[in-house]
T-cell receptor, first 113, second 111 residues
Framework: GENVEQHPSTLSVQEGDSAVIKCTYS??????FPWYKQELGKRPQLIID?????GEKKDQRIAVTLNKTAKHFSLHITETQPEDSAVYFC????????????FGSGTQLTVLP | NAGVTQTPKFRVLKTGQSMTLLCAQD?????MYWYRQDPGMGLRLIHY???????AKGEVPDGYNVSRLKKQNFLLGLESAAPSQTSVYFC??????????FGQGTRLTVV
């Protein structure tokens, strides 16, 4: 099955700086890669996603890049704000009929004021 | 539009007791999933369903059973709870080709 590895596990940045979180996946047939943000005590919520036929996607301060050859994808947050502090999860969905969503282990992002 | 709703939100069980967690979605999604979340381990898939009447094992299925008798509901059962099943449980649903929507979670403690 799919295996998703995520780094770093914790990340602290100064407000206004950029943050980058990286993930690798094992199944070359995976074709959908979402990123979720989870605030303390809340449910995970989608912040951005990318499909395998696209190399990069941007939504305001958030961007995701995908390198299919290397099987890795990254989340980039620019001009970080204190409200960006949360746990971020990457995930990959296989292309088979099960459409299993496999998550990375998460990154605790802290934005220091 | 309620989205995905889980009941209960909190539960304390004694070792050996049984319980059922209910997940209900109103988005007509085919795919439904049960995850457990433990510190430092992300979200691990317990069981999933690709449609009404179907279920399949995920990464950590031992000690759990599921049923999907109706398309909108996905039940997770613990027949004999163990302290190792103390966790936060999340249900999710999706079309299978886009965003998965999560319920609010169930915090389960087994003592």
């Amino acid at each position: 099955g799919e295996n998703v590895e995520q780094h770093p596990s914790t990340l602290s940045v100064q407000e206004g700086d950029s943050a980058v979180i990286k993930c690798t996946y094992s199944d070359s047939a995976s074709n959908y890669f979402p990123w979720y943000k989870q605030e303390l005590g809340k449910r995970p919520q989608l912040i951005i996603d990318i499909r395998s036929n696209v190399g990069e996607k941007k939504d305001q301060r958030i961007a995701v890049t995908l390198n299919k050859t290397a099987k890795h994808f990254s989340l980039h947050i620019t001009e970080t704000q204190p409200e960006d502090s949360a746990v971020y999860f990457c995930a990959a969905t296989d292309s088979g009929s099960a459409r299993q969503l496999t998550f990375g282990s998460g990154t605790q992002l802290t934005v220091l004021p | 539009n309620a989205g995905v709703t889980q009941t209960p939100k909190f539960r304390v069980l004694k070792t050996g007791q049984s319980m059922t967690l209910l997940c209900a979605q109103d988005m007509n999604h085919e795919y439904m999933y049960w995850y457990r979340q433990d510190p430092g381990m992300g979200l691990r898939l317990i069981h999933y369903s690709v449609g009404e009447g179907t279920t399949a094992k995920g990464e950590v299925p031992d000690g759990y059973n599921v049923s999907r008798l109706k398309k909108q509901n996905f039940l997770l059962g613990l027949e004999s709870a163990a302290p190792s099943q103390t966790s936060v449980y999340f249900c999710a649903s999706s079309t299978g080709w886009a965003e998965a929507f999560f319920g609010q979670g169930t915090r389960l403690t087994v003592v």
